[in-house]
C-alpha cells in the first residue's frame, strides 16, 4: 500500500441547523471546540500510516468550519500535514478579516463560501443567516488575505425559486469572478421538518430541476468557466492564468482514489473497505480521550463493487474514464445502444458520455452498467 494521497477533516460546529441539511452537525458546543481538536489529532496519530508520505489534499468540511474557535483552528491548521491543496469551507457571515489572515497564514489554498443565493426569499427558506452582502465581503477578505482560489456555493430547486432567482443568482455568483463555482440540486432528506413544511413545492420543483440544470451549464459555460464534472465548474487555463483550478480534493473521489477521514461522522475508503465514523460527538471525545479509535461502521468493498463505483463516479466528469480494469463493470451492448443515441463516445479504452449524456446523468450511467 502507498498510503492514501487525500484527507478529509470533519469539523461539526454551526451555529443553527439549516432544515435541509443532512451533514453530521452539532449546534452550541462552544466549550468543546478545542477537545474536539484534541480529539482530532489524537486520530491523525493512530492513522498516520494510512497517509501517503505526501499528500495532495487536505479538505476541512462540516458543519462550519470556520465556526471554529480561532484559537483551535490554527491548532489544527498547523498539525495537519503539508498538501498541495488545502480547502477550508466558510459560511460568509464567519469569514472576518482576521479569520482570513489566520487561514492564510496557516496554508490554507482554497476557500469554499457557501453562498446558495443571493436572494433574500430564498435565504430564508433554506434557514441561512448570511446576507448577499456577506457573501462579497467574505470573498473580498479571502483576496485581501492572499488567497487566490475561491468557490462559490450555489444551490437550485429551492422552494420557491423562479427560473429568474436562478437567472439572478447565477448573474450575481459571475460578477465576483470566483475561481470555482459549485451548483447543487437541493436535495431534502424524506421525514425531516424542511420536507413537512415544503413538500407540495418541493414536487413542482422536481418538475423544473433538468430546466434549472441546463440553464446552470449554458450560463456558466458561456461565461468561461469548464463543466469538468456534474455540478462543478471552474475558470477555464486561459482565463485563469494557465491554471488548473479543477478541485483536487474532489477530484480524488471522483477518480476512485483512496482517502482518509478524521472526525465524527467521517468517511474512509482505504483499498476494499470503507468505514463512518459513528455521529455521536460524545463517543467520539471519549473513546479519542481514552486513546482508543472511535467506534465505526465498516463495509467491504469487493472488487466488483469498486468497479461499479469508479464508473459510476468517473462517468461525471468531462474527461474519457479509463476502462482499464473495469471491462467487467460495463455492458457493452447498453454502450453501443447508447453510442448509437449519441449519450456515449467509446474511444480506445476510454468511455465517455456526450454532453447530451451529462444532462441525463446518472440514468444514463445506470444503463452502461453490467
Given at each position: 500500500m502507498t498510503g492514501a494521497r487525500h484527507l478529509y477533516v470533519h469539523l461539526p460546529f454551526c451555529s443553527s441547523r439549516c432544515g435541509y441539511c443532512d451533514f453530521v452537525t452539532v449546534v452550541?458546543?462552544?466549550?468543546?471546540?478545542?477537545?474536539?481538536?484534541?480529539?482530532?489529532?489524537?486520530?491523525?496519530?493512530?492513522?498516520?500510516?494510512?497517509?501517503?508520505?505526501?499528500i495532495e489534499s487536505v479538505y476541512l468540511g462540516g458543519g462550519t468550519p470556520t465556526l471554529t474557535s480561532p484559537g483551535a483552528l490554527e491548532r489544527l491548521l498547523a498539525?495537519?500535514?503539508?498538501?498541495?491543496?488545502?480547502?477550508?469551507?466558510?459560511?460568509?457571515?464567519?469569514?472576518?478579516?482576521?479569520?482570513?489572515?489566520?487561514?492564510?497564514?496557516?496554508?490554507?489554498?482554497?476557500?469554499?463560501i457557501g453562498a446558495q443565493s443571493f436572494q433574500?426569499?430564498?435565504?430564508?427558506?433554506?434557514?441561512?443567516?448570511?446576507?448577499?452582502?456577506?457573501?462579497?465581503?467574505?470573498?473580498?477578505?479571502?483576496?485581501?488575505?492572499?488567497?487566490?482560489?475561491s468557490s462559490l456555493d450555489l444551490i437550485y430547486g429551492i422552494p420557491g425559486q423562479e427560473p429568474s432567482d436562478l437567472e439572478r443568482?447565477?448573474?450575481?455568483?459571475?460578477?465576483?469572478?470566483?475561481?470555482h463555482i459549485s451548483a447543487y440540486e437541493l436535495e431534502a432528506k424524506p421525514g425531516t421538518r424542511f420536507t413537512h413544511a415544503h413538500g407540495i413545492e418541493l414536487a413542482r420543483q422536481a418538475d423544473a430541476m433538468e430546466d434549472y440544470f441546463e440553464r446552470v451549464v449554458e450560463t456558466l459555460t458561456g461565461a468561461g468557466y469548464r463543466w469538468y464534472e456534474t455540478a462543478s465548474f471552474c475558470r477555464r487555463p486561459e482565463l485563469a492564468g494557465g491554471r488548473d483550478l479543477r478541485a483536487r480534493h474532489n477530484l480524488g473521489y471522483w477518480l476512485g482514489r483512496d482517502y482518509l477521514g478524521l472526525g465524527v461522522g467521517a468517511v474512509s475508503t482505504i483499498e476494499n473497505r470503507r468505514w463512518r465514523t459513528a455521529p455521536s460527538l460524545?463517543?467520539?471525545?471519549?473513546?479519542?480521550?481514552?486513546?482508543?479509535?472511535?467506534?465505526?461502521?465498516?463495509?467491504?468493498?469487493?472488487?466488483?463493487?469498486?468497479?461499479?463505483?469508479?464508473?459510476?463516479?468517473?462517468?461525471?466528469?468531462?474527461?474519457?474514464?479509463?476502462?482499464?480494469?473495469?471491462?467487467?463493470?460495463?455492458?457493452?451492448?447498453?454502450?453501443?445502444?447508447?453510442?448509437?443515441?449519441?449519450?456515449?463516445?467509446?474511444?480506445?479504452?476510454?468511455?465517455?458520455?456526450?454532453?447530451?449524456?451529462?444532462?441525463?446523468?446518472?440514468?444514463?450511467?445506470?444503463?452502461?452498467?453490467?
Amino acid at each position: 500500500m502507498t498510503g492514501a494521497r487525500h484527507l478529509y477533516v470533519h469539523l461539526p460546529f454551526c451555529s443553527s441547523r439549516c432544515g435541509y441539511c443532512d451533514f453530521v452537525t452539532v449546534v452550541g458546543r462552544d466549550g468543546e471546540h478545542d477537545r474536539y481538536v484534541e480529539a482530532l489529532l489524537a486520530e491523525l496519530a493512530l492513522e498516520q500510516g494510512l497517509l501517503a508520505e505526501r499528500i495532495e489534499s487536505v479538505y476541512l468540511g462540516g458543519g462550519t468550519p470556520t465556526l471554529t474557535s480561532p484559537g483551535a483552528l490554527e491548532r489544527l491548521l498547523a498539525a495537519l500535514p503539508a498538501a498541495d491543496e488545502v480547502t477550508v469551507e466558510a459560511n460568509p457571515e464567519t469569514v472576518t478579516p482576521e479569520l482570513a489572515a489566520l487561514l492564510s497564514r496557516n496554508g490554507v489554498t482554497r476557500v469554499s463560501i457557501g453562498a446558495q443565493s443571493f436572494q433574500m426569499h430564498l435565504l430564508d427558506v433554506l434557514d441561512r443567516r448570511a446576507r448577499p452582502e456577506d457573501v462579497r465581503r467574505a470573498l473580498q477578505r479571502v483576496r485581501d488575505a492572499g488567497i487566490d482560489n475561491s468557490s462559490l456555493d450555489l444551490i437550485y430547486g429551492i422552494p420557491g425559486q423562479e427560473p429568474s432567482d436562478l437567472e439572478r443568482d447565477l448573474a450575481e455568483a459571475l460578477a465576483l469572478e470566483p475561481e470555482h463555482i459549485s451548483a447543487y440540486e437541493l436535495e431534502a432528506k424524506p421525514g425531516t421538518r424542511f420536507t413537512h413544511a415544503h413538500g407540495i413545492e418541493l414536487a413542482r420543483q422536481a418538475d423544473a430541476m433538468e430546466d434549472y440544470f441546463e440553464r446552470v451549464v449554458e450560463t456558466l459555460t458561456g461565461a468561461g468557466y469548464r463543466w469538468y464534472e456534474t455540478a462543478s465548474f471552474c475558470r477555464r487555463p486561459e482565463l485563469a492564468g494557465g491554471r488548473d483550478l479543477r478541485a483536487r480534493h474532489n477530484l480524488g473521489y471522483w477518480l476512485g482514489r483512496d482517502y482518509l477521514g478524521l472526525g465524527v461522522g467521517a468517511v474512509s475508503t482505504i483499498e476494499n473497505r470503507r468505514w463512518r465514523t459513528a455521529p455521536s460527538l460524545p463517543r467520539y471525545l471519549a473513546a479519542l480521550g481514552g486513546g482508543e479509535r472511535p467506534a465505526r461502521e465498516v463495509e467491504e468493498l469487493p472488487d466488483d463493487v469498486r468497479a461499479t463505483e469508479r464508473v459510476l463516479l468517473g462517468l461525471r466528469l468531462d474527461e474519457p474514464l479509463s476502462l482499464a480494469g473495469l471491462e467487467g463493470a460495463i455492458d457493452e451492448r447498453e454502450v453501443e445502444r447508447l453510442a448509437g443515441g449519441g449519450l456515449a463516445v467509446r474511444g480506445d479504452g476510454t468511455l465517455a458520455l456526450t454532453s447530451r449524456g451529462r444532462f441525463l446523468g446518472g440514468g444514463v450511467t445506470a444503463r452502461l452498467l453490467a
